[in-house]
Each structure stands twice: as structure tokens, then as C-alpha cells.
């Protein structure tokens, strides 16, 4: 079995962090990641920026370095950056970039179209989005158009999953992650999405599973694997991601 890891992330104090809404992370770097993995078949992943990291890329490129080149990050950057500095970014192993509506520390949510399509035509960079679903109807109208859009945590909540299922019919993939911070069947809505579309699943760990109701454990995997084929666990753990971040 292996495993594309759509969605972790590394929180080292060497480097700005960023009390969020009154909460600092716990310290997790690169070696804490690889050590609470290690009984797992990583082959790659995608490390993701948080709230607490702001705009900051130095933590990112740090931990890229120590992972390697089937790792890739996902970032956070304002709409004011430079072409030169998002193709920068790019060769050194970002892939995506991150609009935060649930905790901040992100580019505003006005921006999305605008941001969205341009890393997209600069350097191919998909966008994701930490939203609760409910909301997404006021913008569904514009994510639809966008050319490679992800959602994360299953889009968070029961009230948002038939919105995202609208979604995923239009294209966009989703975050198998966070089975421990959703509050909707998890059971179901992997099943829903899987249906309309079996490429648009990617698990992730979640891992250190920041501010979760619980963290991220093995049953997670071991749910997909309950529910689906061998193909389509293949496809959800490694092969959707994998096509996603390295095209």
C-alpha cells in the first residue's frame, strides 16, 4: 500500500509562527513527521502552510530541502507578490497555494479568482481552499471556472457536503484529511465523491493534526481501505494526489 500524504504539516520554531485566534501549534519538524510515519509507505506528499505561518516561506523551503524531491508545499502568499518571486518559489517545490477562509492568515477570499488563474498560468499551481462548505454556495459560481481548485477536510461539515458533491461534478478535487475535525459521515461523503468522480479523492494524515477534535490515526487509512476496491485505495491513497501536485 502506498501512500501520497496530500496534507500535512511542519511547524518549526526556528522559524515566524503566529498565535491564530488565541492558539499556538505544538513543535513539529521534519524528524517528528518522519518518526510518527515511519511504519507507513510515504512515497511523496504535499506539506501545507497554516494559518500560524502567515506568509512566510522560509519554514517551508527548509523543510522541502530535508524531505526531498517527492515532497512538495503548498503555500500562502499575498496578491501582491511577484511573478519572479511565485516562479522562484515554484522551482524550489511549491506546487499550490492557500486560501484560508476557516482560520486566516492567508490572501482574502476577493482575491480567489483573480490569484487563482494567475499562479495557475504562471506555473501551473492548483489552489486550495480551508473552507467550511456551507459557505461555498456564494462562491461556487466562481471556483467552478477556476482551473484547479481543492477543498480541504471533506469540506468540513454535513450542512456543506452536498455543495461540495456539486463541485466535484464541476472538476474539483478534495482532501481525504481530517477525519478527526469533520463534523459529517465520514463514511458517506468518501463514498459520494468517490462516485462522481474517483479521481478526485486525496488522502492525507493531517498530521500533527493541529486544533482536531482528535488526531490523525491509523484506523483512517484502514476506513478507505474497508470501503473501497484495491484500485480505487490505490488511487485515494497515492495515484489522485500524485497526478494533482506532479501533473
Known amino acids: 500500500m ?10 518549526d520554531f526556528n522559524f515566524p509562527i503566529i498565535e491564530n485566534q488565541g492558539y499556538l501549534p505544538p513543535h513539529y519538524v521534519v524528524e517528528d513527521y518522519q518518526n510518527e510515519t515511519a511504519d ?17 516561506q522560509e519554514y517551508l523551503l527548509h523543510a522541502l530541502k530535508q524531505m526531498g524531491s517527492t515532497f512538495c508545499g503548498v503555500t500562502q502568499l499575498p496578491f501582491t507578490v511577484t511573478d519572479a518571486e511565485i516562479i522562484n518559489l515554484n522551482e524550489k517545490g511549491i506546487k499550490a497555494l492557500r486560501f484560508n477562509i476557516k482560520r486566516g492568515g492567508s490572501e482574502d477570499l476577493s482575491k480567489l479568482d483573480y490569484f487563482a488563474r494567475r ?11 480551508y473552507i467550511d462548505a456551507k459557505e461555498l454556495p456564494e462562491m461556487a459560481s466562481t471556483i467552478e471556472k477556476l482551473p484547479a ?9 454535513e450542512e456543506g457536503l452536498s455543495h461540495v458533491l456539486k463541485l466535484v461534478d464541476k472538476g474539483i478535487h478534495v482532501k481525504a484529511t481530517g477525519f478527526g475535525r469533520v463534523e459529517l459521515n465520514v463514511k458517506n461523503a468518501l463514498k459520494s465523491i468517490y462516485g462522481i468522480n474517483p479521481d478526485a479523492l486525496m488522502f492525507g494524515t493531517d498530521l500533527p493534526s493541529t486544533r482536531a477534535k ?14 473501497f476496491d484495491e484500485q480505487a485505495v490505490d488511487k485515494i491513497l497515492y495515484t489522485n494526489a500524485l497526478k494533482w501536485y506532479f501533473n
Do not use: M
Open 119 to 129: 499562479v495557475y498560468d504562471l506555473v501551473g499551481w492548483s489552489s486550495e481552499l
Open 2 to 11: 502506498r501512500i501520497f500524504d496530500a496534507h500535512f504539516h511542519i511547524i
Open 149 to 157: 481548485i481543492s477543498i480541504d477536510h471533506l469540506g468540513l461539515s
Open 214 to 227: 482528535r488526531p490523525f490515526k491509523y484506523g483512517d487509512i484502514e476506513l478507505i481501505q474497508n470501503l
Open 40 to 56: 507507513l509507505n510515504i512515497l511523496g506528499g504535499a506539506l501545507v502552510s497554516g494559518s500560524f505561518q502567515g506568509f512566510d
